[in-house]
């Protein structure tokens, strides 16, 4: 009967938990310190409607970027307005360059580079067309971007920029002059869709 009046007399350790704290209060200022706070920026896209979908701003006038391997296409929705060719016109297959890269014993990734969009594509005839447009169309804000399915990701968003807005320098100023360029919204509020 003693043991067992031992057993209960006996309380229970106490938990020193001095130590975890202290390394909290290290730990806890420095990853807030060291934490990388990243900005997300979203742009907001429409998908086209079907027919009988929502209105655009002039049914007068429809602008469709059409995104060619070939060429940039600007279309009115029934025909083709301006065309603009591709400024890097290969006669080679596409699987040409794949099948060098693999002869010369060099990974795929390392031989194929992606050109920026503005030495694939005539930006800048792009967005003199499109500044003629916006001239004739001032209210218009709504365009939409048309794409084949091998177009790159890179060059999607370089036409996308484009079609948003242009820098224009101002009229009379000094060309070496950078305070003379101005941002000129274009048609931001721009529509997605596969090219016919």
Not at 110 to 120: G, I, R
């Amino acid at each position: 009967m003693r043991r067992r009046r031992h057993g209960r007399d006996r309380e229970a350790p106490e938990l020193d938990i001095t130590a975890f704290l202290n390394l909290m209060v290290v730990l806890v200022p420095f990853l807030l310190v060291s934490a990388v706070f990243s900005r997300v920026t979203i742009l907001e896209l429409n998908m086209p409607s079907g027919a009988g979908g929502g209105a655009p701003d002039d049914p007068t006038v429809t602008v469709e970027v059409v995104v060619r391997k070939e060429a940039l296409e600007i279309s009115d929705g029934e025909k083709v307005i301006a065309r603009f060719p591709n400024l890097t016109q290969f006669e080679e297959s596409e699987s040409a360059p794949v099948e060098a890269a693999v002869e010369a014993g060099t990974e795929e990734g390392e031989k194929l580079t992606l050109l920026p969009t503005a030495e694939v594509y005539d930006l800048k005839k792009l967005t003199e067309f499109l500044l003629q447009v916006k001239a004739s169309y001032p209210e218009k804000t709504d365009s939409i971007l048309l794409m084949e399915a091998d177009i790159a990701y890179e060059h999607l968003v370089g036409v996308m920029d484009t079609v948003r807005g242009a820098e224009v320098r101002v009229e009379g100023s000094d060309p070496s002059d950078p305070e003379a360029v101005e941002r000129v919204v274009l048609f931001p509020d721009i529509s997605i869709g596969d090219a016919p």
